[in-house]
């Protein structure tokens, strides 16, 4: 069963504060950092047409429109779209839902979608279904989601025996945690076939977005989200196997021809 995450209440709406923060010069340097890249070279061309649903402010809009692909970003939150068409007036973006993309069926060769569809309370099918509308066949949809790893799990039993503090009472939903198992089934659902999967995490040996955001002791800054870990942390990551501590799971289909 999929694990919830709950954040506290705000009065502003969470992705307007979240957006509102974009550094576009550090959100580059993550790109250049981050474990998409291989999966991104092994299944992009620049001759696709790329749809990335859920882009947020856009990093990966203009990291790889900076770079000659052909794609193209949908988003909900206003604040983010204005703020990417601020930063890089060239980009492609527009408002829209990604359960119910404005686009015709089979417009697409890749399906890009990033931490986005763990955020519905009713799950990825809806979003999924529509990302296989989408996609033309034989074409990719490449879908990142948390990752509900080993570590992850740990840290839960830690709670259970009251080692960990519990959620207040006035928090809110905010994503849920999935296994490979379970994404695998969200994606089989919606029609998509050989499927592989990745874990997903930085590519720079001294980062870590998992080890950072579950275990607090082993960030180098503790108020700074550079996901950089002290000496402990980056031995932690070098003995483990990615898949017991990586932030993410990346599966990659391919809708039938």
């Known amino acids: 069963m999929a694990d919830k995450v709950f954040v506290p209440k705000t009065n502003q709406s969470h992705w307007d504060s979240?957006?509102?923060?974009?550094?576009?010069?550090?959100?580059?340097?993550?790109?250049?950092?981050?474990?998409?890249?291989p999966i991104f070279g092994k299944y992009l061309t620049k001759?696709?047409?790329?749809?990335?649903?859920?882009?947020?402010?856009?990093?990966?809009?203009?990291?790889?429109?900076?770079?000659?692909?052909?794609?193209?970003?949908?988003?909900?939150?206003?604040?983010?779209?204005?703020?990417l068409k601020d930063y890089y007036p060239p980009a492609r973006a527009k408002l829209g839902d990604v359960r119910r993309l404005a686009f015709k069926s089979?417009?697409?060769?890749?399906?890009?979608?990033?931490?986005?569809?763990?955020?519905?309370?009713?799950?990825?099918?809806?979003?999924?279904?529509?990302?296989?509308?989408?996609?033309?066949?034989?074409?990719?949809?490449?879908?990142?989601v948390p990752f509900d790893n080993k570590l992850r799990r740990l840290r839960r039993l830690l709670g259970k025996l009251k080692f960990w503090r519990r959620r207040p009472k006035d928090w809110e939903f905010y994503e849920y945690h999935y296994t490979k198992n379970e994404l695998k089934q969200f994606m089989l659902q919606a029609g998509f076939i050989n499927l592989n999967f990745f874990?997903?995490?930085?590519?720079?040996?001294?980062?870590s977005l998992g080890l950072w955001l579950d275990w607090p002791k082993l960030?180098?800054?503790?108020?700074?989200?550079?996901?950089?870990?002290?000496?402990?942390?980056?031995?932690?990551?070098?003995?483990?196997?990615?898949?017991?501590?990586?932030?993410?799971?990346?599966?990659?289909?391919?809708?039938?021809?």
């Not at 979240?18 to 890249?37: F, G, I």
């Not at 990033?114 to 529509?130: K, N, Q, T």
């Not at 874990?199 to 980062?207: E, F, G, I, R, S």
């Open 18 to 37: 979240y957006w509102q923060k974009t550094n576009y010069q550090r959100e580059m340097e993550l790109c250049r950092s981050d474990d998409l890249l």
């Open 106 to 144: 089979d417009s697409f060769d890749v399906y890009i979608s990033l931490g986005v569809v763990e955020h519905f309370i009713d799950g990825p099918p809806a979003a999924l279904a529509d990302a296989f509308r989408v996609v033309k066949p034989g074409g990719l949809a490449i879908v990142e």
């Open 47 to 83: 001759k696709q047409t790329i749809i990335e649903a859920g882009c947020g402010a856009g990093k990966w809009v203009i990291y790889l429109g900076k770079k000659g692909y052909n794609i193209v970003g949908v988003d909900n939150n206003r604040l983010g779209l204005r703020k």
């Open 199 to 207: 874990p997903k995490d930085d590519l720079n040996p001294q980062k």
């Open 219 to 257: 960030r180098r800054e503790k108020d700074n989200p550079d996901f950089r870990l002290i000496r402990a942390g980056q031995v932690v990551k070098k003995i483990l196997p990615r898949w017991c501590y990586s932030a993410c799971v990346v599966c990659v289909g391919r809708k039938p021809r």
